[in-house]
């Protein structure tokens, strides 16, 4: 292999910090958001201050945290972590993030994300649709990366990996984990910042109407 491939390779490992594809439109500052995609993703984590194994990033799926009141709740995790997927696929609406089974069908959505909070999910077994009420997310272009990546209050930079502790504890995505408060169930130490790269998902079938 050429040298000058080894330190693409090596420029591309390292510095995957987002370089924002430019927008006109007003109160963006130039960057690019979009509320709704037209097509199923999955996600995936690339480590901001270290090298990756890829350009893609970790794939991360939908860990199952609990069931209360006829609702069971799920939480961002790497699939290294929680080697299961039910959810298969995601999709962005309206700036809403709602999560599509092995079946194809929707009952459950991610809800509003706050500081030091991991980014969780609700499904349903009452209501077949639930509203989506954490319109709070986008997809921003990135002129460094071949995919869009995730943000929350079009903040891009503020999302975490954080290994919770306990038995089978799974490593959580968080938002603005460093910040102060009191102590979380988590390590602030031990959390490691990432891009959330938004994939298109290998299957993409829409059964529920836009």
């Not at 077949?128 to 319109?135: I, L």
Request: aromatic content about 12%; glycine content about 6%; hydrophobic content about 35%.
């Amino acid at each position: 292999m050429k040298l000058s491939s080894i330190l693409a390779a090596v420029f591309l490992s390292v510095f995957t910090l987002c370089m924002p594809v430019l927008s006109q439109s007003p109160g963006h500052h130039g960057r690019k958001f979009l509320d709704t995609l037209d097509y199923d993703f999955t996600f995936a984590a690339v480590n901001t201050s270290l090298p990756n194994a890829n350009t893609t990033g970790a794939p991360l799926v939908l860990g199952y945290s609990g069931y209360t009141h006829g609702m069971a709740i799920y939480v961002t995790s790497t699939y290294y972590t929680y080697p299961y997927n039910s959810y298969p696929s995601l999709r962005l609406v309206k700036h809403a993030l709602r999560a599509i089974d092995s079946r194809g069908e929707w009952s459950t959505n991610a809800t509003i994300v706050r500081s030091r909070d991991s980014l969780v999910w609700i499904s349903s077994t009452m209501y077949p649709y639930p509203e989506d009420n954490a319109r709070i997310f986008s997809a921003e272009g990135c002129q460094s990366s071949q995919y869009p990546i995730l943000t929350a209050y079009n903040i891009s930079s503020l999302w975490s990996l954080c290994p919770y502790p306990g038995f089978r504890g799974q490593t959580q995505l968080v938002f603005n984990a460093t910040t102060a408060g009191p102590p979380p169930l988590y390590d602030p130490a031990l959390c490691y910042p990432v891009n959330i790269n938004i994939v298109p998902a290998e299957r993409a079938t829409v059964t529920v109407p836009l």
